[in-house]
């Protein structure tokens, strides 16, 4: 017995498939069905990584030298002080970064953005299909990261102890220099093609403008 044949949906957004106009180079992103996929703006993917990577630094430097600090604050040599609080921001040196890394991957897994990305309206998924990425894509876009991450803060460290000296500053020397050069040129990826950065293509992954909610 022949079965009917079945009635495909309606085709979307004008295209002649049911499922929105074909790419040329892969499926359209799920965030804007029918087209392809843009990279969100240099701009904001740049503040997103300076909220999730300098706020980090910037809580564990902060927890870290306020512990030892009053930790050390009424040690006199042999006694005195609190050592539970040397102990706290010994331990911040690697929980706090810890946490940071398994919250993100959390959320750009499960909700397809960090800490950084949500509060600029960014998403990242797969290039390819539109759906969030994998976890095993995510870590290693942040270990990508970490190169241009480590080149920033070498940056700032050189700059701000060499220039402690306001009425004589001193330029900085070779390191921060390619330190600078090192966070220039993944820039050059950011700005041609589809805008995807080296974290971005060589794991196969894309930030994009988040689809603000009717």
């Given at each position: 017995?022949?079965?009917?044949?079945?009635?495909?949906?309606?085709?979307?957004?004008?295209?002649?498939?049911?499922?929105?106009?074909?790419?040329?180079?892969?499926?359209?992103?799920?965030s804007t069905?029918?087209?392809?996929?843009?990279?969100?703006?240099?701009?904001?993917?740049?503040?997103?990584?300076?909220?999730?990577?300098?706020?980090?630094?910037?809580?564990?430097?902060?927890?870290?030298?306020?512990?030892?600090?009053?930790?050390?604050?009424?040690?006199?040599?042999?006694?005195?002080?609190?050592?539970?609080?040397?102990?706290?921001?010994?331990a911040a040196?690697?929980?706090?970064?810890?946490?940071?890394?398994?919250?993100?991957?959390?959320?750009?897994?499960?909700?397809?953005?960090?800490?950084?990305?949500?509060?600029?309206?960014?998403?990242?998924?797969?290039?390819?299909?539109?759906?969030?990425?994998?976890?095993?894509?995510?870590?290693?876009?942040?270990?990508?990261?970490?190169?241009?991450?480590?080149?920033?803060?070498?940056?700032?460290?050189?700059?701000?102890?060499?220039?402690?000296?306001?009425?004589?500053?001193?330029?900085?020397?070779?390191?921060?220099?390619?330190?600078?050069?090192?966070?220039?040129?993944?820039?050059?990826?950011?700005?041609?093609?589809?805008?995807?950065?080296?974290?971005?293509?060589w794991t196969?992954?894309?930030?994009?403008?988040?689809?603000?909610?009717?």
């Amino acid at each position: 017995m022949t079965q009917p044949e079945s009635t495909p949906p309606p085709a979307r957004n004008g295209g002649t498939s049911p499922y929105g106009p074909a790419s040329p180079t892969g499926p359209a992103s799920l965030s804007t069905p029918g087209q392809l996929a843009v990279s969100a703006p240099v701009l904001a993917r740049t503040i997103s990584f300076i909220i999730d990577f300098g706020g980090t630094v910037a809580l564990t430097v902060g927890v870290v030298l306020a512990s030892v600090t009053e930790g050390f604050a009424d040690y006199n040599g042999s006694s005195g002080g609190n050592s539970s609080l040397v102990l706290l921001g010994i331990a911040a040196i690697f929980v706090i970064p810890v946490t940071s890394i398994v919250l993100n991957v959390s959320l750009s897994h499960f909700r397809g953005h960090s800490v950084g990305q949500g509060v600029m309206r960014l998403r990242l998924q797969n290039v390819q299909t539109g759906a969030p990425a994998s976890v095993g894509s995510i870590v290693g876009r942040m270990f990508i990261l970490l190169v241009p991450g480590g080149a920033a803060l070498s940056l700032v460290a050189s700059i701000v102890r060499e220039n402690t000296d306001l009425e004589n500053p001193a330029f900085p020397g070779i390191l921060p220099i390619f330190a600078l050069v090192v966070l220039v040129l993944p820039l050059r990826s950011m700005l041609r093609g589809d805008g995807r950065g080296w974290q971005d293509r060589w794991t196969g992954q894309i930030v994009v403008p988040r689809a603000s909610r009717a």
